[in-house]
Every structure is written in structure tokens, then in C-alpha cells.
């Protein structure tokens, strides 16, 4: 398994970060995805691995599309999806490639690539390419690290083909409602994200 990042969306950017932080979570401004109404903070999770905390950006207008990752119909934080980084995007159907960039407070732009699986649930990662950008957790701390990582669902075999089919791996384990969950340990404590 390649776990770029983790996304933990929420509808109220400034007070999930400070929770976080309150939680022992050192969340780093990324930045705004400018023209697509969201930005987000960033926290190392150990090595190329990274928690991405994305909501609605203030500062920019609504924009003409829904949010990215259901940001719009959430009521309340939650761990969607997840990212697994790849050098070149395989073989099975994927909606994209799809270029996208940011420029970090200290001025530097980043650009990559991403694409999805069709069905879009979360459970199965979207994949990503930073081609010869530099990687965002190259400048967090990493003082949190990621302990576990899992999926839950009704069918585990179905997701496992899915996830499988990426060349990718994830703990799978059978239960009624879908759903991912992340153990993380802080300087602090352990915190669960669902």
C-alpha cells in the first residue's frame, strides 16, 4: 500500500483544524485549490505521508461545481477517501487524468495529476502523480504518526478486487456500514478519524 494521503473533509475548516490541533495534530496551512472554493491544512503522518484537513475557503466565491469530496453535503467532519501515490496511472478505467496545482504560503507552486476510480464511494483511493513537483510533506512536521488504517464494509471481497485492481493494498474487514479509519498517535495521545 502507497498512501499518499488521507482526506478528512469537513464543512467547517477553522474549527475542525482547531480541534485537531487541540488533539495534538500540528495542521500546517497548505493553501487554496483556487477556482474550486476549498483549501486546506496539512500534517506529516511519518515519511511521504501526509493527513490533508480540506474545506470550504471563505475567501473565494462558491464555485460554479459541488466541492470537491461531498464538502458541500457534510454535516460534520469525516475521513473520505484516500490517496495512493503512483508514477504513471495503470491500466484499469479511471475518470482523469486531471491536472490540478496550488501555491503554498511560501510561494512555491505545486502541480499534479489525479485520477478516479469510477463509483467515487472513498473506500477505493484516488490515485496521484506529483510528476517533478515536490511532495507536500517534504516541509510538514512529522511528530504524528499513522499507527493503522483500515476500511469497513459489508462486502470486504468486492472492495478488496477494487483496491487490488490499482495495485494497491488496504485492511479490509467486514461490517454493516462502509467506512475508513485512521489511528493515529500524537505527542499526546491517539486519535481515532473516521
Same mark, same amino acid.
Given at each position: 500500500?502507497?498512501?499518499?494521503?488521507?482526506?478528512?473533509?469537513?464543512?467547517?475548516?477553522?474549527?475542525?483544524?482547531?480541534?485537531?490541533?487541540?488533539?495534538?495534530? &500540528?495542521?500546517?496551512?497548505?493553501?487554496?485549490?483556487?477556482?474550486?472554493?476549498?483549501?486546506?491544512?496539512? #500534517? *506529516?503522518?511519518?515519511?511521504?505521508?501526509?493527513?490533508?484537513?480540506?474545506?470550504?475557503?471563505? =475567501?473565494?466565491?462558491?464555485? #460554479? =461545481?459541488? $466541492?470537491? +469530496?461531498?464538502?458541500?453535503?457534510?454535516?460534520?467532519?469525516?475521513?473520505?477517501?484516500?490517496?495512493?501515490?503512483?508514477?504513471?496511472?495503470?491500466?484499469? =478505467?479511471?475518470?482523469?487524468?486531471?491536472?490540478?496545482?496550488?501555491?503554498? &504560503?511560501?510561494?512555491?507552486?505545486? =502541480?499534479?495529476?489525479?485520477?478516479?476510480?469510477?463509483? *467515487?464511494?472513498?473506500?477505493? &483511493? +484516488?490515485?496521484?502523480?506529483?510528476?517533478?513537483?515536490?511532495?507536500?510533506?517534504? %516541509?510538514?512536521? @512529522?511528530?504524528?504518526?499513522?499507527?493503522?488504517?483500515?476500511?469497513? @464494509?459489508?462486502?470486504?471481497?468486492?472492495? #478488496?478486487?477494487?483496491?487490488? #485492481?490499482?495495485?494497491?493494498?488496504?485492511?479490509?474487514?467486514?461490517?454493516?456500514?462502509?467506512?475508513?479509519?485512521?489511528?493515529?498517535?500524537?505527542? %499526546?495521545?491517539?486519535?481515532?478519524? $473516521?
Amino acid at each position: 500500500m502507497t498512501i499518499d494521503h488521507l482526506v478528512y473533509a469537513t464543512p467547517h475548516l477553522d474549527t475542525t483544524v482547531a480541534v485537531l490541533r487541540d488533539q495534538g495534530i &500540528p495542521l500546517t496551512a497548505g493553501g487554496p485549490h483556487v477556482g474550486r472554493g476549498t483549501r486546506n491544512f496539512l #500534517a *506529516g503522518l511519518g515519511g511521504d505521508t501526509y493527513l490533508e484537513v480540506i474545506g470550504p475557503d471563505p =475567501e473565494q466565491p462558491d464555485p #460554479a =461545481e459541488p $466541492r470537491s +469530496f461531498g464538502i458541500d453535503e457534510l454535516t460534520g467532519p469525516r475521513l473520505v477517501t484516500w490517496a495512493a501515490r503512483v508514477s504513471g496511472f495503470p491500466d484499469p =478505467e479511471l475518470l482523469g487524468p486531471i491536472p490540478m496545482s496550488r501555491r503554498r &504560503p511560501d510561494g512555491v507552486l505545486l =502541480e499534479w495529476e489525479l485520477a478516479f476510480p469510477p463509483g *467515487g464511494d472513498g473506500l477505493v &483511493p +484516488f490515485l496521484i502523480d506529483w510528476h517533478d513537483s515536490p511532495h507536500p510533506a517534504e %516541509t510538514l512536521e @512529522h511528530s504524528v504518526r499513522l499507527v493503522s488504517f483500515r476500511c469497513v @464494509h459489508p462486502s470486504p471481497e468486492v472492495i #478488496a478486487r477494487e483496491v487490488g #485492481a490499482l495495485g494497491q493494498s488496504l485492511r479490509i474487514d467486514r461490517g454493516d456500514r462502509p467506512g475508513l479509519e485512521a489511528e493515529l498517535t500524537t505527542r %499526546t495521545g491517539s486519535v481515532i478519524l $473516521r
